[in-house]
């Protein structure tokens, strides 16, 4: 059974930092492209950033990128993202996933997700 179980998430204020953490099992995580997504409230899954399962190749949303890092530890078997310069913007569930397909910065399919982590940019 595949699972992921995200952590990490919290209330932070405009310009602060946080770090995800993703845990997963039940698949070969050293063999497999990660991804972050998010939901704002109101709004549908956006795709955040991508990491391939060497941790070498990685991509990032345009409103992201720059503030954002992802990366990987494949013996702990631990998706991360960190968070800097947030942005009340930023505000969203937090997800990690396996199995996404995009057609460009566009999901278009989402295989497996987490339960989430709640990130709160506010002041």
């Known amino acids: 059974e595949v699972r992921l179980v995200e952590s990490g998430g919290g209330l932070v204020q405009p310009g602060g930092s946080l770090r995800l953490s993703c845990t997963a099992s039940?698949?070969?995580?050293?063999?497999?492209?990660m991804t972050w997504v998010r939901q704002a409230p109101g709004k549908g899954l956006e795709w955040v950033s991508s990491i391939t399962f060497g941790g070498r190749g990685t991509d990032y949303a345009d409103s992201v990128k720059g503030r954002f890092t992802v990366s990987r530890d494949n013996v702990k078997n631990t998706l991360y993202l960190q968070l800097n310069g947030l942005k009340t913007e930023d505000t969203a569930m937090y997800y990690c996933a396996k199995d996404v397909v995009r057609s460009g910065t566009a999901l278009v399919a989402v295989g497996a997700r987490g339960q989430g982590t709640q990130v709160t940019v506010s002041s």
């Open positions: 039940g698949f070969t995580f050293k063999s497999t492209t």
